[in-house]
């Protein structure tokens, strides 16, 4: 259980929910579930509390003139609510393709405990579950789990604030995947004569694996931090910064509450101690340094390509997300205004934290400040990118990357590794299944142009040991060809490395890295060369045909001849016994339509000789 920031009276604390060191990163995205309100009134209007809920039914609508109703939203549809059980509202979940979803957790909150005017009135406590509908719009019921259930007191009251409640619904999303999500159900005040404190909204935090992502210690918590109005930040740990190699890490932040007509909200974060503003104040492309929380739902989190190591990675801050529903109707953080009607007291962002980190760091300090509002934080994410080695792997054969070949020939098979990361790679271990047929010949093996004894079995594994960053290592060894392919007349063969780093002190990740394949191409095996003579004799009272074939053999490499009748096996003779077959035939007709076939190792059938019967 970890602190972020200290508020009082209430001291929550954040809980860790996910960690893991893997090629991916870290996505919030979510959205508020109201809009914001005129004075004393269910209209919309630019006081800092919600007057109505968000609705994706388009049908529903509140307010009255002459300050009203609340607009439709646009694209996607949406409607307004005062009616907590019919609120909802739509967010989109971006991953890059190929992405796997490690962890998933569904995180809301609102306000709780303040007077409503809400139909139907609200329980003492919410505890409600919710609904979480998926891309394929399957809807869930969604219950929270008692672990991370808090709640935050605002100063002045004594049983009202802020509430945070989360799930687990890592299966959900796994099943579902990129997509347009929508929350509803959520608990939350609307009353009319709270121009302040009404409040609501949703945060769907995924960490993710995916193979063109860079390597990131990635971890979640889930917390209820009111804002401190004083100096008292609070420790966070239980990540993992590298021993080496590139330093860069991003925060992630979802907030209830925060308002962008008051100022003064600043987000500290340090590897030490003391905290100031001047120093530690974070602030992003939609997030002001001195207005960092003003209900912005910044989830746009652009990927380039780093073009050294050919991954994505994140680039700046996350930016506003305008395609959930309302999104086109958003405070301006920096000139202190909020919209009419407008998206309310909800923010989500992601902030570059680099300057922060440093090596086998396990620890931070963080203090979210006010001067004159009430947020409080509930979900964090940090994800520090790990120095990872990456191993390229490139084979050739015969010094290129495809050749005809023919039986007992022998191949040289060579393989450039080289660490192109950021960190050594630890126990380096070189493997290489051959497919039947390719058979490895003993000796062979060479590391950097010195002979290897003894012979390694390399389907297990070759040794090789630590490569440094940029170290080059080639690996040489010879196969011998002995029969064709089980399927076909080309074999296709691949090199694995295993390897291993070190994600922080005392910590060691595996990782793996495949080759290109290479190929070899082998012609189609020769057909033997056969005569064949009939002959013509009486036997008791009927005439019989007695057919003789005789053959070469093409190859010293088959194995066995097939004699087919009119497309039926009829025999098999083995590559050892005479190239002889005899059939006593009934009539010259019955004779013809044979043919022979030499079968090589890999069971690889030539093309057909059709015998021709020359002479009777």
Same mark, same amino acid.
């Given at each position: 259980?970890?602190?972020f920031?200290?508020?009082?009276?209430?001291?929550?604390?954040?809980?860790?929910?996910?960690?893991?060191?893997?090629?991916?990163?870290?996505?919030?995205?979510?959205?508020?579930?109201?809009?914001?309100?005129?004075l004393?009134?269910?209209?919309?209007?630019?006081?800092?509390?919600?007057?109505?809920?968000?609705t994706?039914?388009?049908?529903k609508?509140?307010?009255?003139?002459? *300050?009203?109703?609340?607009?439709?939203?646009?694209?996607?549809? =949406?409607?307004? #609510?005062? /009616?907590?059980? !019919?609120n %909802?509202?739509?967010?989109?979940?971006?991953?890059?393709?190929?992405?796997?979803?490690?962890?998933?957790?569904?995180?809301?909150?609102?306000?709780?405990?303040?007077?409503?005017?809400?139909?139907?009135?609200?329980?003492?406590?919410?505890?409600?579950?919710?609904?979480?509908?998926?891309?394929?719009?399957?809807?869930?019921?969604?219950?929270?789990?008692?672990?991370?259930?808090?709640?935050?007191?605002?100063?002045?009251?004594?049983?009202?604030?802020?509430?945070?409640?989360?799930?687990?619904?890592?299966?959900?999303?796994?099943?579902?995947?990129?997509?347009?999500?929508?929350?509803?159900?959520?608990?939350?005040?609307?009353?009319?004569?709270?121009?302040?404190?009404?409040?609501?909204?949703?945060?769907?935090?995924?960490?993710?694996?995916?193979?063109?992502?860079?390597? *990131?210690?990635?971890?979640?918590?889930?917390?209820?931090?009111? =804002?401190?109005? #004083?100096? /008292?930040?609070? !420790?966070? %740990?239980?990540?993992?910064?590298?021993?080496?190699?590139?330093?860069?890490?991003?925060?992630?932040?979802?907030?209830?509450?925060?308002?962008?007509?008051?100022?003064?909200?600043?987000?500290?974060?340090?590897?030490?101690?003391?905290?100031?503003?001047a120093?530690?104040?974070?602030?992003?492309?939609?997030?002001?340094?001195?207005?960092?929380?003003?209900?912005?739902?910044?989830?746009?989190?652009?990927l380039?390509?780093?073009?050294?190591?050919?991954?994505?990675?994140?680039?700046?801050?996350?930016?506003?997300?305008?395609?959930?529903?309302?999104?086109?109707?958003?405070?301006?953080p920096?000139?202190?205004?909020?919209?009419?009607?407008?998206?309310?007291?909800?923010?989500?962002?992601?902030?570059?934290?680099?300057?922060?980190?440093?090596?086998n760091?396990?620890k931070?300090?963080?203090?979210?400040?006010?001067?004159?509002?009430?947020?409080?934080?509930?979900?964090?994410?940090?994800?520090?990118?790990?120095?990872?080695?990456?191993?390229?792997?490139?084979?050739?054969?015969?010094?290129?990357?495809?050749?005809?070949s023919?039986?007992?020939?022998?191949?040289?098979?060579?393989?450039?590794?080289?660490?192109?990361?950021?960190?050594?790679?630890?126990?380096?271990?070189?493997?290489?299944?051959?497919?039947?047929?390719?058979?490895?010949?003993?000796?062979?093996?060479?590391?950097?142009?010195?002979?290897?004894?003894?012979?390694p079995?390399?389907?297990?594994?070759f040794?090789?040991?630590?490569?440094?960053?940029?170290?080059?290592?080639?690996?040489?060894?010879?196969?011998?060809?002995?029969s064709?392919?089980?399927?076909?007349?080309?074999?296709?063969?691949?090199?694995?490395?295993?390897?291993?780093?070190?994600?922080?002190?005392?910590?060691?990740?595996?990782?793996?890295?495949?080759?290109?394949?290479?190929?070899?191409?082998?012609?189609?095996?020769?057909?033997?060369?056969?005569?064949?003579?009939?002959?013509?004799?009486?036997?008791?009272?009927?005439?019989?045909?007695?057919?003789?074939?005789?053959?070469?053999?093409?190859?010293?490499?088959?194995?066995?001849?097939?004699?087919?009748?009119?497309?039926?096996?009829?025999?098999?003779?083995?590559?050892?016994?005479?190239?002889?077959?005899?059939?006593?035939?009934?009539?010259?007709?019955?004779?013809?339509?044979?043919?022979?076939?030499?079968?090589?190792?890999?069971?690889?059938?030539?093309?057909?000789?059709?015998?021709?019967?020359?002479?009777?």
């Amino acid at each position: 259980m970890l602190g972020f920031s200290l508020g009082s009276p209430l001291e929550a604390t954040y809980i860790l929910r996910y960690t893991t060191t893997d090629n991916g990163g870290i996505t919030f995205t979510g959205n508020t579930l109201g809009l914001s309100k005129y004075l004393q009134e269910n209209n919309p209007g630019t006081d800092d509390s919600i007057g109505a809920f968000i609705t994706t039914d388009p049908a529903k609508q509140v307010g009255t003139p002459p *300050h009203g109703p609340y607009p439709l939203g646009i694209n996607p549809p =949406a409607g307004t #609510t005062l /009616n907590y059980l !019919e609120n %909802s509202s739509s967010a989109v979940l971006d991953l890059l393709p190929g992405s796997t979803v490690l962890y998933a957790e569904l995180v809301w909150g609102g306000s709780y405990g303040f007077p409503s005017s809400g139909t139907p009135p609200l329980p003492p406590l919410p505890n409600v579950a919710i609904t979480l509908t998926t891309p394929q719009q399957i809807s869930y019921t969604i219950t929270a789990d008692p672990a991370t259930s808090q709640e935050a007191i605002t100063p002045g009251y004594t049983q009202s604030g802020n509430y945070v409640r989360s799930a687990d619904v890592t299966s959900i999303v796994q099943d579902a995947g990129p997509g347009t999500y929508i929350a509803g159900g959520i608990y939350g005040t609307i009353v009319a004569t709270d121009d302040t404190h009404n409040s609501a909204g949703w945060t769907l935090a995924i960490v993710y694996a995916n193979p063109l992502m860079l390597t *990131h210690n990635m971890t979640l918590f889930v917390g209820c931090e009111q =804002a401190s109005r #004083t100096i /008292n930040p609070v !420790e966070v %740990s239980g990540f993992c910064a590298p021993p080496s190699g590139v330093l860069s890490g991003r925060l992630f932040i979802s907030a209830i509450e925060g308002d962008a007509n008051k100022t003064g909200d600043c987000l500290l974060f340090g590897k030490s101690l003391p905290l100031t503003i001047a120093a530690n104040s974070l602030s992003g492309v939609n997030n002001p340094i001195n207005n960092f929380f003003a209900s912005q739902i910044n989830t746009r989190l652009p990927l380039e390509l780093d073009p050294i190591h050919n991954k994505y990675v994140a680039v700046g801050s996350s930016q506003l997300d305008e395609r959930g529903s309302y999104g086109n109707l958003n405070a301006d953080p920096f000139n202190n205004l909020n919209k009419s009607g407008g998206r309310q007291g909800y923010d989500i962002t992601s902030i570059d934290v680099s300057h922060a980190i440093t090596y086998n760091q396990k620890k931070a300090y963080a203090l979210g400040t006010t001067t004159s509002d009430d947020y409080t934080v509930n979900a964090l994410g940090l994800q520090i990118q790990v120095g990872a080695p990456i191993i390229n792997s490139k084979k050739t054969v015969n010094a290129v990357q495809s050749i005809s070949s023919s039986l007992g020939e022998k191949v040289t098979f060579s393989i450039r590794l080289e660490n192109t990361g950021t960190s050594d790679a630890l126990s380096v271990n070189f493997k290489d299944v051959l497919p039947t047929g390719l058979n490895y010949v003993a000796g062979s093996l060479k590391l950097n142009s010195l002979p290897i004894s003894p012979d390694p079995d390399l389907t297990q594994g070759f040794f090789i040991g630590d490569m440094l960053v940029g170290q080059l290592n080639t690996i040489e060894f010879e196969a011998h060809i002995a029969s064709y392919p089980s399927n076909g007349n080309i074999y296709y063969n691949k090199s694995l490395v295993d390897y291993q780093f070190a994600t922080c002190a005392g910590n060691n990740f595996d990782l793996s890295a495949q080759s290109n394949e290479v190929s070899i191409y082998l012609p189609d095996p020769p057909a033997p060369t056969a005569a064949a003579s009939l002959s013509k004799c009486k036997y008791l009272n009927r005439t019989e045909y007695p057919l003789e074939i005789t053959w070469i053999s093409p190859s010293p490499y088959v194995i066995s001849y097939r004699v087919y009748h009119k497309g039926i096996l009829t025999a098999q003779i083995p590559a050892r016994a005479p190239l002889v077959y005899k059939k006593c035939c009934k009539s010259k007709k019955s004779a013809e339509g044979y043919a022979i076939v030499a079968v090589y190792a890999g069971n690889k059938e030539s093309i057909p000789t059709k015998i021709r019967i020359t002479h009777e």
